[in-house]
C-alpha cells in the first residue's frame, strides 16, 4: 500500500524560470527540493568547488592539523585506522595517502569486519602499541570508542579522531549531554559545537576536508596535485555512505564524476572496466550500485584491505587482477543476500511478527556481514525499521535499517542496557548484544516505537502532475541539470492520470522487465518501459480486473477484448501511473523514454 502525494510547494515559477532560463517544469522542481533562495538555486544548478565550505569550520579542526603536522615533524609513528566499507576504506586511503605526501611515518590499518567488528577495539590499540605507533589517526570511526581511547592514552599512545556518525550522548534531568572521547581532537560534525553548515557529509569528506586543511596550513605543491583524487574518493564515499545529495554533498559528487571519467586511479579504473561501465557515461548510480557494492564485498566476504589495496594500485596488471577478484565476491555477494533475503521473510512469516512496528530478524546462520544488505531489503518491501541478527564469533551482531519517522540510533540509545556495543545514525546501526537479550530488546523497541500505522505507510511524492504528451526532449535534456541523483535530489516523478494499457511484452534475458504500449486520453500512444517487480504488476492487474488479466496483456500487440473499469471493454486496462522522463540512446538512436515506477 502507498499513498500518492502532489507536491504544492509555492513559488514564483515563471520569475525563476526567465531568470535562470529554464522551463516552469524545472523550477517547480527545485522549489520540491526545497529550495527559497535564487543564491541556492544558483548553487544548485551552477555550484562549483569554491562554494565548498572551509574546512575549519569543522570543531577543533586547528587541533588536529596542529597535532598532526607536530607528529609529522617529530617523527612519530602515526596509523590510520579505518572501516571495513566503502567509506572507510576511502577515507583511510585519503589520509594515508595525503600523510605519505607530507613525509609522515605512516601505516593503515582496516578491521576485519569479523574478528574486530566495527571500529576502535581493544586489539587493535594493543596491536599499535606492539608496533611502536605513538598517534592513531580513526576515519569513519572514533566518535563512541571511549573506553579504547583510554586505553590507548595509558598506553602513551594519542588519538585523533575523524568520524560523522552520531555522538553518544545522556539525557540526564531532561537535558541532552554529549559523551564524547577523550581525544587530542575530535573532528565530527555532528558535534553539538560543531558550526559546520552541512552535517550529513560522510567519513570520505571529513578526511577530505582534512587533507584541503593540511594543504592550506602547508601550501605544499605535492598535496594540493593530489586533491582531485582525494575529491573523487570522497564523491564515490558520499554516494555509497547513501548521504543526501544536498547542498555540499552534491557539489562535491557532480565534480566528483567529472573527474573520475579521466580517473588516474588505477584500481577505480580497473573496476569500471571489469564490470563494463562506460566511463563517458558514469553516473552516481554506478558508484552505489556497481563499484561501491564490489569494494564492500571484500570487506563483507573477506579483509577490507584488499579493497584498500585496490585503490592503492600502481599498475594496471595488479589493479585488474585485484578488480576481477572483487567482482567475484561481489557475484557470490549477491547469490548469498538472496537467500537471507528468503530466510527473513520466511522467519517474519513463522514468528508471527509482521504486526510489529520494529521487526527484530535472528537468522543465526546468515553471515554476519550480509546483515546490513538484508535489513535493506527487508526494510524496502515492508516499510518498517528492522534490526537483522545473526550469530557471531562473541555473541550476537546485527545490523539496523530505518524508515524516515524512525531515529534508529535515538531509540537504541533509549534501549542501550541491550547492547554491548551499538553506533550508528538516524537510518542505519550496528550493534553487538548477548543472545539472551534479543526477545527483551524486541519488547522493548517495539512498546516504545512510538510508530502508528500512517508511518508504515509508504508515500510517493509527485513532483509535477503532467501527460506524457507535454514531454518534450528539450525537457527531458533540461533534467540532467538536476543530475547527479540520489537520496535527497532524486529523480524526478511525473503523473498521469488513466493511461489505457493496450499491450505488454517481456523483455531481458528472465523477463524481468516490461515495455508495455500505451495510449493517453488525448489519444497519443507511447512506450511506457517497467523495471520494477514484474510479477508483482501482473498480480495487480489479476486483482484489479480480474484472472487471466495478465495474460491477456502480454497477449495483445493491439487493444482488444479486455477486463476494463469505466469504460468500454474492448478499450483496455485503464491504469494511473507515475513515471520518469529520460533519454535513451540505442543503436546510435536516441529517443524519449517514459519508465513507470508507480501505478494504481
Known amino acids: 500500500m502507498e499513498k500518492w502525494f502532489v507536491a504544492a510547494k509555492k513559488a514564483d515559477f515563471q520569475k525563476w524560470a526567465e531568470e535562470f532560463h529554464i522551463s516552469p517544469v524545472l523550477a517547480r522542481i527545485l522549489r520540491n527540493r526545497d529550495l527559497t533562495e535564487e543564491t541556492e538555486i544558483e548553487r544548485f544548478l551552477h555550484g562549483t568547488l569554491e562554494d565548498l565550505y572551509s574546512p575549519w569550520l569543522l570543531r577543533d579542526m586547528d587541533r588536529a592539523v596542529s597535532v598532526l603536522l607536530s607528529a609529522i615533524s617529530e617523527k612519530k609513528r602515526i596509523r590510520v585506522i579505518g572501516d571495513y566499507d566503502v567509506d572507510g576504506v576511502c577515507s583511510a586511503d585519503i589520509l594515508t595517502e595525503g600523510l605519505q605526501i607530507l613525509g609522515a611515518c605512516v601505516d593503515t590499518a582496516i578491521p576485519h569486519r569479523i574478528h574486530d567488528g566495527y571500529g576502535l577495539n581493544d586489539h587493535l590499540i594493543e596491536e599499535a602499541q606492539k608496533d611502536g605507533v605513538e598517534l592513531i589517526l580513526t576515519c569513519d570511526n572514533g566518535i563512541a570508542a571511549a573506553p579504547q581511547i583510554e586505553?590507548?592514552?595509558?598506553?602513551?599512545?594519542?588519538?585523533?579522531?575523524?568520524?560523522?556518525?552520531?555522538?553518544?550522548?545522556?539525557?540526564?534531568?531532561?537535558?541532552?549531554?554529549?559523551?564524547?572521547?577523550?581525544?587530542?581532537?575530535?573532528?565530527?560534525?555532528?558535534?553539538?559545537?560543531?558550526?559546520?553548515?552541512?552535517?550529513?557529509?560522510?567519513?570520505?569528506?571529513?578526511?577530505?576536508?582534512?587533507?584541503?586543511?593540511?594543504?592550506?596550513?602547508?601550501?605544499?605543491?605535492a598535496l594540493a596535485g593530489a586533491m582531485d583524487e582525494f575529491l573523487q574518493l570522497a564523491a564515490l564515499a558520499t554516494v555509497c555512505d547513501v548521504m543526501e545529495?544536498?547542498?555540499?554533498?552534491?557539489?562535491?559528487?557532480?565534480?566528483?564524476?567529472?573527474?573520475?571519467?579521466?580517473?588516474?586511479?588505477?584500481?577505480?579504473?580497473?573496476?569500471?572496466?571489469?564490470?563494463?561501465?562506460?566511463?563517458?557515461?558514469?553516473?552516481?548510480?554506478?558508484?552505489?550500485?556497481?563499484?561501491?557494492?564490489?569494494?564492500?564485498?571484500?570487506?563483507?566476504?573477506?579483509?577490507?584491505?584488499?579493497?584498500?589495496?585496490?585503490?592503492?594500485?600502481?599498475?594496471?596488471?595488479?589493479?585488474?587482477?585485484?578488480?576481477?577478484?572483487?567482482?567475484?565476491?561481489?557475484?557470490?555477494?549477491k547469490n548469498l543476500t538472496l537467500q537471507g533475503v528468503r530466510e527473513a521473510e520466511e522467519y517474519i512469516l513463522e514468528h508471527h511478527i509482521e504486526s510489529d512496528p520494529v521487526l527484530v530478524i535472528y537468522l543465526p546462520d546468515v553471515h554476519e556481514s550480509l546483515a546490513g544488505i538484508i535489513a535493506g531489503r527487508i526494510r524496502e518491501k515492508y516499510?518498517?525499521?528492522?534490526?537483522?541478527?545473526?550469530?557471531?564469533?562473541?555473541?550476537?551482531?546485527?545490523?539496523?535499517?530505518?524508515?524516515?519517522?524512525?531515529?534508529?540510533?535515538?531509540?537504541?540509545?533509549?534501549?542501550?542496557?541491550?547492547?554491548?556495543?551499538?553506533?550508528?545514525?538516524?537510518?542505519?546501526?550496528?550493534?553487538?548484544?548477548?543472545?539472551?537479550?534479543?526477545?527483551?530488546?524486541?519488547?522493548?523497541?517495539?512498546?516504545?516505537?512510538?510508530?502508528?500505522?500512517?508511518?508504515?505507510?509508504?508515500?510517493?511524492?509527485?513532483d509535477v502532475p503532467m501527460p506524457l504528451s507535454y514531454a518534450t526532449r528539450e525537457l527531458a535534456e533540461e533534467l540532467s541539470l538536476l543530475e547527479p541523483f540520489g537520496v535527497g535530489n532524486p529523480r524526478p516523478l511525473f503523473a498521469q492520470k488513466d493511461l489505457l494499457f493496450l499491450s505488454g511484452r517481456r523483455?531481458?534475458?528472465?523477463?524481468?522487465?516490461?515495455?508495455?504500449?500505451?495510449?493517453?486520453?488525448?489519444?497519443?500512444?507511447?512506450?511506457?518501459?517497467?523495471?520494477?517487480?514484474?510479477?508483482?504488476?501482473?498480480?495487480?492487474?489479476?486483482?484489479?480486473?480480474?484472472?487471466?488479466?495478465?495474460?491477456?496483456?502480454?497477449?495483445?500487440?493491439?487493444?482488444g477484448e479486455a477486463p476494463h473499469r469505466g469504460g468500454s471493454r474492448r478499450e483496455g486496462w485503464k491504469i494511473s501511473v507515475v513515471y520518469q522522463l529520460s533519454l535513451n540512446t540505442f543503436r546510435g538512436k536516441t529517443e524519449l523514454q517514459f519508465v513507470m515506477q508507480n501505478y494504481c
Open 245 to 333: 545529495l544536498r547542498d555540499e554533498n552534491r557539489i562535491l559528487v557532480k565534480e566528483g564524476l567529472k573527474l573520475l571519467q579521466n580517473t588516474k586511479n588505477e584500481g577505480i579504473r580497473a573496476l569500471m572496466e571489469v564490470n563494463g561501465i562506460d566511463r563517458a557515461k558514469l553516473s552516481a548510480y554506478h558508484l552505489g550500485f556497481v563499484i561501491g557494492p564490489c569494494l564492500n564485498a571484500t570487506g563483507r566476504l573477506d579483509t577490507a584491505k584488499r579493497a584498500l589495496e585496490l585503490l592503492q594500485s600502481r599498475t594496471r596488471a595488479e589493479a585488474m587482477s585485484a578488480a576481477r577478484e572483487l567482482k567475484e565476491l561481489n557475484d557470490s555477494r
Open 151 to 221: 586505553l590507548a592514552a595509558s598506553l602513551g599512545i594519542g588519538v585523533i579522531v575523524t568520524d560523522h556518525h552520531e555522538v553518544p550522548f545522556l539525557v540526564e534531568d531532561g537535558v541532552r549531554r554529549e559523551l564524547l572521547p577523550p581525544a587530542l581532537a575530535v573532528v565530527d560534525p555532528k558535534r553539538e559545537e560543531c558550526a559546520y553548515p552541512c552535517k550529513n557529509i560522510c567519513g570520505g569528506v571529513v578526511a577530505y576536508k582534512y587533507m584541503q586543511a593540511l594543504w592550506e596550513k602547508t601550501q605544499d605543491p
Open 383 to 462: 516499510n518498517h525499521p528492522v534490526f537483522l541478527l545473526t550469530r557471531g564469533e562473541e555473541g550476537v551482531k546485527g545490523s539496523g535499517r530505518s524508515i524516515e519517522s524512525y531515529h534508529m540510533y535515538e531509540h537504541m540509545n533509549a534501549v542501550k542496557q541491550y547492547f554491548t556495543r551499538f553506533g550508528g545514525h538516524k537510518l542505519a546501526a550496528g550493534l553487538s548484544m548477548r543472545e539472551e537479550d534479543i526477545e527483551p530488546l524486541r519488547r522493548a523497541l517495539n512498546e516504545g516505537s512510538g510508530l502508528t500505522e500512517e508511518d508504515f505507510v509508504a508515500r510517493v511524492h509527485i
Open 507 to 559: 523483455m531481458g534475458a528472465g523477463g524481468n522487465f516490461a515495455r508495455y504500449r500505451v495510449r493517453t486520453p488525448e489519444g497519443m500512444e507511447a512506450d511506457l518501459v517497467f523495471f520494477g517487480d514484474v510479477e508483482r504488476f501482473g498480480e495487480f492487474l489479476e486483482e484489479t480486473f480480474g484472472p487471466g488479466s495478465s495474460e491477456a496483456l502480454y497477449q495483445r500487440e493491439t487493444a
